[in-house]
Nanobody, 128 residues
Framework: QVQMVESGGGLVQAGGSLRLSCTTS????????MGWFRQAPGKERDFVAA????????YYVNSVKGRFTISRDNAKNTVYLAMNSLKPEDTAVYYC?????????????????????WGQGTQVTVSS
């Protein structure tokens, strides 16, 4: 079992930046591939970014490429999502997730069914 707590969300103007953190406890972070998802009001939960266990590979949805960066510090049991050039359409609750079994292609990494543990979410609001 692993517990995860997201932080770093908030209200920011369009064009601004935020850095989300996801700190885990219970099991060593290096065991898991990690992902970030987001859910806007009235919409489904969508994939944002993922990173493999050792950080060698990262995956992004097209709409955030070049603006968001996922990274991890296994020694601190923390995964980050740096978000730059934020847009109003990035407004959502952001969730981190952990996957026990690795996979090596985008479709797998982007599937919410691949992930075994989820955090409670942190709100990101981007004003225009």
């Amino acid at each position: 079992q692993v517990q995860m707590v997201e932080s770093g969300g908030g209200l920011v103007q369009a064009g601004g930046s935020l850095r989300l953190s996801c700190t885990t406890s219970g099991r060593t972070l290096s065991r898991y591939a990690m992902g970030w998802f987001r859910q806007a009001p009235g919409k489904e939960r969508d994939f944002v970014a993922a990173i493999t266990q050792n950080g060698s590979y990262t995956y992004y949805v097209n709409s955030v490429k070049g603006r968001f960066t996922i990274s991890r510090d296994n020694a601190k049991n923390t995964v980050y999502l740096a978000m730059n050039s934020l847009k109003p359409e990035d407004t959502a609750v952001y969730y981190c997730a952990a996957a026990i079994y690795p996979c090596s292609d985008y479709e797998c990494q982007a599937s919410s069914g691949q992930y075994d543990y989820w955090g409670q979410g942190t709100q990101v609001t981007v004003s225009s």
